[in-house]
T-cell receptor
Framework: GAGVSQTPSNKVTEKGKYVELRCDPISGHTALYWYRQSLGQGPEFLIYFQGTGAADDSGLPNDRFFAVRPEGSVSTLKIQRTERGDSAVYLC????????????FGPGTRLTVL | GDSVTQMEGPVTLSEEAFLTINCTYTATGYPSLFWYVQYPGEGLQLLLKATKADDKGSNKGFEATYRKETTSFHLEKGSVQVSDSAVYFCALSDSDTGNQFYFGTGTSLTVIP
């Protein structure tokens, strides 16, 4: 498809488990972003990739969170030892260039940690 | 640091009413400003943007003017429709502080017939 896709759309897991969330950006977009959106809040930045490298990971809340983009396209957000507070919608966005260009968002993955 | 403060909702209006959703920002550099909209069950979509002071962004009857003197980017529409019911997010991107977008908390709008 033409837009950003994310899988799964919903993920329910138990506290302490490991999860992976996938993002497939728009073809040709070099910049990829992960955000987390809690209920009633705006998206909060987690990490930004330019190509294969994480150019800015200052938004990752702790070392349980990690993201990769090994070939400069698809990205995976990995959360270890999940906690109930990790429950949120995780959004991925891509952009044709860094900085102030429009970001195109995927539909998100709703993560619920029981 | 950079931030966006957005008018809290929810907002309920009758069809054809005038809409204003206030947004003010704090930024260290010269940000670009955006309004994103999230319709029920859908992802965030760009509604409009402005990249420099005094620019006016417009789309689908919505407008917002980048006011540097008041650090504001208020969203307006002269006559809302039921189909405008959604959550609206103000956001900024500041090249001086990195590549992320800073979002407001969102304002839920419901338009009733």
């Amino acid at each position: 498809g033409a837009g950003v896709s994310q899988t799964p759309s919903n993920k329910v897991t138990e506290k302490g488990k490991y999860v992976e969330l996938r993002c497939d950006p728009i073809s040709g977009h070099t910049a990829l972003y992960w955000y987390r959106q809690s209920l009633g809040q705006g998206p909060e930045f987690l990490i930004y990739f330019q190509g294969t490298g994480a150019a800015d990971d200052s938004g990752l809340p702790n070392d349980r969170f990690f993201a990769v983009r090994p070939e400069g396209s698809v990205s995976t957000l990995k959360i270890q030892r999940t906690e109930r507070g990790d429950s949120a919608v995780y959004l991925c966005a891509s952009s044709s260039f860094r900085g102030n260009n429009e970001q195109f968002f995927g539909p998100g993955t709703r993560l619920t940690v029981l | 640091g950079d931030s966006v403060t957005q008018m809290e909702g929810p907002v309920t209006l009758s069809e054809e009413a005038f809409l204003t959703i206030n947004c003010t920002y704090t930024a260290t550099g010269y940000p670009s400003l955006f309004w994103y909209v999230q319709y029920p069950g859908e992802g965030l979509q760009l509604l409009l943007k402005a990249t420099k002071a005094d620019d006016k962004g417009s789309n689908k009857g919505f407008e917002a003017t980048y006011r540097k003197e008041t650090t504001s980017f208020h969203l307006e529409k002269g006559s809302v429709q039921v189909s405008d019911s959604a959550v609206y997010f103000c956001a900024l991107s500041d090249s001086d502080t990195g590549n992320q977008f800073y979002f407001g908390t969102g304002t839920s709008l419901t338009v009733i017939p």
